[in-house]
């Protein structure tokens, strides 16, 4: 799998969007961005993926650049409930090894 | 709820006792996980089980022994286990359909203390 390169930590005002970048610049064509957060002593939750597309949830966008080096993963309004480790994954599907790095601790404060 | 509950949450065991971790799974789902995480690093991957079947042993040490009985319940047996392999030990599971899929499911853990 592809290496993912995340900042290891940020702040973000509660209310104001948190843009989160990954660095991904040796992904592979089949490999999709995956994106997890962990909430302190919480199992890992899914937000969402994307291959090439710009993907949107209930929970959160994910931007993905043309060249799918990078992306970003933008929490519209966040809450202090947000705060968590966020985890940026690149993953080949029909592989079972889906991988976790050391993350970006993002803090959300009032 | 999560949809996958995992039993005990929290264990303290000697480094000659026997014991298990038990994970089950509501989902329907095919494939399941085990994770482990200690203080201050990434998540590893232990086992990977699809269709009961193991398809993945991360280089795990043998005094960690999965079972899988069915799709729904996956067990990891305990045997005189060190200190170093206290951790939270986390269970995941997804829908596979034979086919790997990124999005899992992930329990609350267990997290285990070895004296």
């Known amino acids: 799998d592809a290496k993912t390169t995340q900042p290891p930590s940020m702040d973000c005002a509660e209310g104001r969007a948190a843009n989160l970048p990954c660095n991904h610049s040796?992904?592979?064509?089949?490999?999709?961005v995956y994106w997890y957060r962990q909430i302190h002593s919480q199992g890992p939750q899914y937000i969402i993926h994307?291959?090439?597309n710009n993907e949107t949830n209930e929970m959160a966008s994910l931007i993905i650049t043309e060249d799918r080096k990078s992306s970003t993963l933008i929490l519209p309004h966040a809450t202090l409930r947000d705060t968590a480790v966020y985890y940026c994954?690149?993953?080949?599907?029909?592989?079972?090894?889906?991988?976790f790095g050391a993350g970006t601790t993002v803090t959300v404060r009032a | 709820e999560t949809g996958v509950t995992q039993t005990p949450r929290h264990l303290v065991m000697g480094m000659t006792n026997k014991k298990s971790l038990k994970c089950e799974q509501h989902?329907?789902?095919?494939?399941m996980y085990w994770y482990k995480q200690s203080a201050k690093k990434p998540l590893e991957l232990m086992f990977v089980?699809?269709?009961?079947?193991?398809?993945e042993n991360n280089s795990v040490p043998s005094r960690f022994s999965p079972e899988c009985p069915n799709s729904s319940h996956l067990f990891l047996h305990l045997h005189t286990l060190q200190p170093e392999d206290s951790a939270l030990y986390l269970c995941?599971?997804?829908?596979?359909?034979?086919?790997?899929?990124?999005?899992?499911?992930f329990g609350e853990g267990s997290r285990l203390t070895v004296l």
């Open positions: 040796t992904i592979s064509g089949n490999e999709y």
């Open positions: 994307g291959l090439k």
């Open positions: 989902l329907g789902h095919n494939a």
């Open positions: 994954i690149a993953f080949i599907v029909n592989d079972y090894k889906l991988s």
């Open positions: 995941a599971s997804s829908q596979d359909g034979g086919s790997g899929t990124g999005e899992l499911f």
């Open positions: 089980y699809n269709f009961k079947e193991q398809t």
